[in-house]
C-alpha cells in the first residue's frame, strides 16, 4: 500500500529541512561572509574593530553559517601551477659535502696522497687522489661518509653512492636519497609558499603539492598571477661569500671551489667568490626594512647564535677583505670588512627602493625557497568577470527552473507540481551538501546545477509515465501509484548509476573548475534520487491519504 | 479533465526500425563526416591543449582591432589573434576581445615581463581597456592535459561498458558503447565544423554527454529486458519497438526538461561557459537520437540469446556473493 513509516516520514522531513537550513545562508552570501571573516579575524588577533564587531552582528551566531566556497573563476584571483626544480638540490648537498671529504682523506694523506677536488657534473662529486693505486682505500674512507636513508621504500640503501675509477673518487646521490631529497625539497618549498602567501594577508589561498615536483597555488582576490609570481617567485637565496678577486667576464676561469657572479649593477662587472657560504639566509632570525646610515633603504638583520658565530669568526679573521651579500646568485653588495662584527646582526644595503626593501625583508623573513621554480600553468580572473558569471549563472538558473515547473505542471498536472516542489527541495539540498562539506562552487559547477535541475525530474517522469501505464491495468490508483514507483525502480538506478561513473570520473582526472563541476553533478546526482523518490512520493502520500481520489489525473 | 500537454500521445506504435537503412545510414554518415571533418580540418584547439596564453579585454571605447595588433605587432610574441566577444549580456559599452597569443619557448607560461609589456602596449592602443582575465598554460602542462583528456574519456567509456555487462548481456553493452561513440564523435564534429574552441571544460562536457546518453539508452533498455520476458515468443525486432514506444514519452520529456535549462543556460549563461553549454546542448540532442535509433539497432544486429532467460545478472551476481559469505 501507499503506507510510509513513520519514522521514513520524519527523516525524509528532517533532511529537507536540514538541506534547506544549511542552504539559506547563501541567500544572503555578502552578510554571512562578513559574519565569517570577523569571527576568523577575532580567532587570530583577538581584536575587533567596529565594522567586524557590525558585521559580525549583521548574521545571528546561532543561524547556520556555512557558505558554498566560490572558486576563483567565480570570484577572480590567481592560479598557479609551479614546477621545482627539485635536481638543483642535489648539486649544493653534494658541494656541501667537499669539506668533511677533504678532511678525512687528508688524515691518510701519506697513503693516498694529495686530495683535491676536481670539475664534475652538476649531481657528481669528483676527487682526485695522487696515488691511484690506492684508489680502494680512498673509496673506502670516503664511504664513511654514508649513512643510511630513512624511508618506507629505500630500506638498506645508503644515501651516497660512492664509486672509484682510476685515480677519481665519484660521490653522487642514491636512488633512495633522492627521492628523499626531493620530498624535504617540495615541503620545505610547499611551506615557504604558503608563509610567503599569508604574509601577503591574501585570504583563503590554496596551495598544495600536485604530482612529484608541481605546486598548485591559488589566491582568491589577488589582482594579478604576476604580482603572486613576483611574491613566490623569488628563491631569496641569501648568502654570505668571501671575494677573492674580481673578473671581467662571466666566463673567466675562477678555478674549482670559485664561483663568478654578477653584481647587481651591469658597470660593477663579476666577482670571484668562494663557492662555501660563510652563512646563509636559512640562519636569520629576523629581517626588516630599514633604511643605512645615508638614509637609504635598506634590510636589517639578525643571525641565529650559529650564524652569528659563523659571521663573528669570519669578520674576525678577514678585518679589511671585501665579503659579498648574495641574493638569488648576484652580488647586492660587497663592503669591506671594518671590524669583528660579534653581535650577529648588521644591514644589506643595496640600491634599493623602499617597495624592494619591505619585500626582501619579507621574503628573507619567510626563508629561502631550497630550488627554483618554473610557472608552467597561470590564470588570472578580474573579480567584475567572476562576479558577471554569478549573475548570468543565476539568471539562467532562474528562467531554467522556471521554465521546467511550467512544463512539468503543463504535462502532469499535480503530479507535476509535487515533481517542482521536490526539484526546489533538491537545489537546496545541493546547495545545502556543498556548504557544509565545503565544496566550491566554479562556472562550470553553475551549469552542472542548471543541468541537474533539467535532469533531476527525469526519475520522476519515469515515475508518473509507470504509474499513467500502470492505470491501464490495474484497478484503483493506490496500486497504480505504487506499481509505478516500484518498477521505475530499476531504470531509475540503472541510469543514475551510469551517470555517475562519467561524474566520479571526472571528478577524479579532471582539475579546477571541472573538478566543480564534477562535485555539483554528483552531489546533484545523489540529492535528485532522493527527492524524486522519497520526497514526491511523501507528498503523492500525504495527498493521497487526504482526498483519497477515485481516479488519478496524470 | 484538466488541461494537459501531452508532446507524445499516450499509445503509439511508431515503427522505429522502417526507415532504419536511413536513420542507421545518417548516423554512419555524421560519424563518417565527423572522422574526416577533424582529419581535415582539425579542432581549433584551446590553449589547455595546445599551449599559450588568452588575454580578455574590456573597454567602454568601442574595439579597434587593428589598432590592438598593431600595438602587440612589436612585442614579437609570435601568431597572434584577436577577436571580439558579443553577448546578449553585456552592456551597451562594454567591448569585450579576446587576444590569443601562441606558446613561447621553453615550459614556461607567459612571463611576467611579457605580460607587462603587451598591458602597457593595449593601453597605449586603447587608454580605457582594462584586462578581465588572463590565461597561460606552457607547452608541458597542455601535453599532459590532452592525455588527462583522452584518458578520463577512455576510463568512463569502459567503466560503463562493464556495467551494462554486468546489468545487461554482452551484447546491449556493445549497443550502448557504440551509441556513446557516435555521440561523441559527431559532438567533436560540429566543434571541427564550426572551428569552436575546444579546451578542457569541453572534455568535460563530453563527458556529461555520455552520462545523459548512457542515462536514456538504459532506460529503453530496462524496458526491452522486462519486455523480452513479457514476450518470450514475439521476434525481437517486435519487441524492441514496443519499448521504445513505451519509453518514448518519457524520452521526450526528459530531453525537454533537460534543453529547456540548458537553452536557457546557453542564452543567458554568458560567453564564458557557451562552448561548454553549446556542447551539451548538442550532446544532448544527439544522445537522445542516438538512444532510439542507434544503441538497439546494433543489439538487434548482435541479436539476444533468450533462452538463457537471464532476468538481471547483476542480481545473481550479487545473490551469489551474498550467499557465498554466509557459509
Redesign the interface.
Known amino acids: 500500500m501507499l503506507q510510509i513509516p513513520l519514522w521514513k516520514r520524519v527523516l525524509i522531513i528532517a533532511l529537507c529541512l536540514l538541506g534547506v537550513a544549511t542552504a539559506a545562508p547563501n541567500l544572503f552570501y555578502p552578510r554571512v561572509e562578513a559574519h565569517n571573516d570577523a569571527i576568523v579575524a577575532f580567532e587570530n588577533s583577538g581584536a575587533m574593530t567596529t565594522e567586524q564587531a557590525a558585521a559580525r552582528d549583521g548574521w545571528p551566531d546561532w543561524l547556520p553559517s556555512g557558505l558554498v566556497n566560490l572558486g576563483l573563476d567565480l570570484r577572480g584571483g590567481a592560479h598557479l601551477l609551479a614546477e621545482v626544480h627539485v635536481g638543483e638540490v642535489y648539486s649544493a648537498r653534494l658541494k656541501s659535502l667537499w669539506p668533511e671529504a677533504r678532511r678525512l682523506l687528508a688524515t691518510e694523506r701519506a697513503t693516498i696522497g694529495a686530495v683535491r677536488r676536481i670539475d664534475s657534473p652538476e649531481d657528481e662529486l669528483r676527487i682526485q687522489i695522487g696515488e691511484p693505486s690506492q684508489i680502494a682505500k680512498a673509496v673506502e674512507i670516503a664511504r664513511t661518509l654514508a649513512s643510511p636513508v630513512v624511508t618506507l621504500t629505500g630500506v638498506g640503501q645508503n644515501d651516497l653512492e660512492i664509486t672509484g675509477e682510476g685515480d677519481v673518487v665519484t660521490i653522487r646521490l642514491s636512488e633512495a636519497e633522492r627521492a628523499a631529497t626531493d620530498d624535504r625539497t617540495m615541503q620545505q618549498s610547499l611551506e615557504i609558499v604558503r608563509r610567503r602567501v599569508d604574509a601577503a594577508g591574501t585570504r583563503e589561498p590554496t596551495i598544495m603539492r600536485q604530482g612529484a615536483d608541481r605546486i598548485l597555488i591559488q589566491v582568491p582576490g589577488i589582482g594579478s598571477a604576476a604580482e603572486l609570481k613576483a611574491l613566490i617567485g623569488t628563491t631569496a637565496k641569501l648568502t654570505f661569500h668571501q671575494v677573492v678577486g674580481r673578473a671581467g667576464d662571466a666566463n673567466s676561469p675562477a678555478g674549482v671551489g670559485k664561483i663568478i657572479l654578477p653584481g647587481q649593477d651591469e658597470k660593477d662587472g663579476y666577482y670571484i667568490l668562494d663557492e662555501l657560504s660563510v652563512v646563509s639566509g636559512d640562519e636569520l632570525t629576523d629581517a626588516r626594512p630599514d633604511t643605512d646610515q645615508n638614509g637609504y633603504p635598506a634590510v636589517s638583520f639578525r643571525f641565529n647564535p650559529t650564524g652569528a658565530r659563523a659571521f663573528g669568526d669570519f669578520t674576525a679573521n678577514h678585518i679589511g677583505e671585501p665579503f659579498a651579500i648574495v641574493l638569488d646568485n648576484e652580488v647586492i653588495s660587497a663592503p669591506t670588512i671594518q671590524s669583528h662584527i660579534a653581535g650577529g646582526s648588521g644591514i644589506i644595503t643595496g640600491r634599493f627602493t623602499v617597495q624592494e626593501a619591505t619585500d626582501l625583508a619579507l621574503l628573507l623573513r619567510a626563508g629561502a625557497l631550497p630550488a627554483g621554480m618554473t610557472f608552467l600553468e597561470e590564470r588570472t580572473i578580474g573579480p567584475e568577470l567572476g562576479q558577471d558569471s554569478i549573475e548570468a549563472g543565476k539568471i539562467a538558473a532562474i528562467v531554467g527552473l522556471g521554465a521546467v515547473i511550467v512544463f512539468m505542471v503543463l504535462s502532469y498536472g499535480l503530479f507535476g507540481a509535487f515533481a517542482a516542489f521536490a526539484l526546489m527541495v533538491n537545489i537546496a539540498l545541493v546547495f545545502g551538501t556543498m556548504s557544509m562539506i565545503g565544496a566550491t562552487l566554479t562556472l562550470p559547477g553553475i551549469a552542472g546545477i542548471v543541468l541537474t535541475i533539467g535532469m533531476a525530474v527525469d526519475a520522476n517522469v519515469l515515475v508518473f509515465e509507470r504509474i499513467r501505464e500502470e492505470m491501464k491495468k490495474v484497478r484503483g490508483p493506490a496500486r497504480a501509484i505504487e506499481l509505478g514507483y516500484e518498477k521505475a525502480m530499476s531504470a531509475i538506478v540503472d541510469a543514475n548509476v551510469t551517470t555517475f561513473i562519467t561524474a566520479l570520473i571526472l571528478f577524479v582526472l579532471g582539475a579546477g573548475p571541472v573538478r566543480g563541476f564534477a562535485v555539483t553533478l554528483i552531489i546533484g546526482i545523489i540529492t535528485s534520487v532522493f527527492t524524486a523518490i522519497y520526497v514526491t512520493r511523501l507528498l503523492v502520500t500525504f495527498w493521497f491519504d487526504r482526498t483519497r481520489p477515485k481516479t488519478l489525473e496524470l | ?7 507524445v500521445p ?1 499509445e503509439t506504435r511508431f515503427d522505429f526500425f522502417r526507415h532504419q537503412v536511413l536513420t542507421f545510414g545518417f548516423s554512419v554518415f555524421l560519424v563518417v563526416a565527423s572522422v574526416v571533418l577533424v582529419l581535415v580540418q582539425g579542432l581549433n584547439f584551446g590553449i589547455d591543449f595546445k599551449g599559450g596564453t588568452t588575454i ?1 579585454t ?1 573597454s567602454t571605447a568601442a574595439l579597434d582591432v587593428g589598432a590592438y595588433r598593431d600595438a602587440l605587432a612589436p612585442l614579437n610574441l609570435g601568431d597572434v589573434s584577436i577577436t571580439e566577444v558579443f553577448d546578449p ?1 553585456f552592456a551597451a559599452d562594454q567591448h569585450v576581445a579576446m587576444i590569443r597569443i601562441q606558446a613561447q619557448e ?5 612571463t ?1 615581463e611579457q ?2 609589456a603587451i598591458e602597457g602596449a593595449l593601453v597605449g592602443a586603447d587608454a580605457a581597456v ?9 607547452p ?2 597542455s601535453g599532459e592535459l590532452i592525455w ?1 583528456a583522452i ?2 574519456v577512455l ?2 567509456t569502459v ?2 561498458l562493464f ?2 555487462w554486468l ?1 545487461f548481456e554482452w551484447q546491449f553493452s556493445v549497443g550502448a558503447v557504440a551509441a556513446l561513440i557516435h555521440d561523441i564523435v559527431v559532438t567533436v564534429g560540429i566543434f571541427s565544423l564550426f572551428q569552436i574552441k575546444f579546451d ?2 569541453i ?2 562536457a563530453l ?2 554527454i ?3 546518453s ?3 539508452t ?2 529503453v ?3 526491452l529486458r ?1 519486455n523480452l520476458v513479457k514476450y518470450k515468443t514475439m521476434p525481437l525486432r517486435e519487441v524492441m519497438n514496443i519499448s521504445v514506444n ?2 518514448l ?2 524520452t521526450v ?2 530531453s ?7 537553452i ?2 546557453l ?4 560567453d ?2 557557451r562552448g ?2 553549446f556542447a ?1 546542448t548538442w550532446g544532448v540532442v544527439v544522445g537522445t537520437y542516438s538512444s532510439v535509433f542507434v544503441a538497439k539497432n546494433i543489439v538487434l544486429f548482435l541479436g539476444v540469446d533468450r533462452n538463457k532467460e537471464k532476468k ?1 545478472p547483476a542480481a545473481e551476481f550479487f545473490t551469489e556473493k551474498v550467499s557465498d559469505a554466509d557459509n
Open positions: 479533465m484538466a488541461f494537459r500537454l501531452k508532446l499516450d580578455r574590456e549580456t621553453g615550459d614556461e607560461a607567459i611576467p605580460m607587462t582594462k584586462i578581465v582575465s588572463t590565461e597561460s598554460v606552457g608541458k602542462v588527462t584518458w578520463s576510463a568512463a567503466a560503463i556495467y551494462i546489468r578542457l571544460t572534455i568535460a563527458l556529461t555520455l552520462g545523459y548512457i542515462n536514456d538504459v532506460v533498455f530496462d524496458r522486462e513505451e519509453t514519452s518519457r520529456m526528459t525537454g526538461t533537460t534543453l529547456l535549462a540548458l536557457a543556460l542564452v543567458l549563461g554568458g564564458v561557459i561548454f553549454v551539451m538481471d
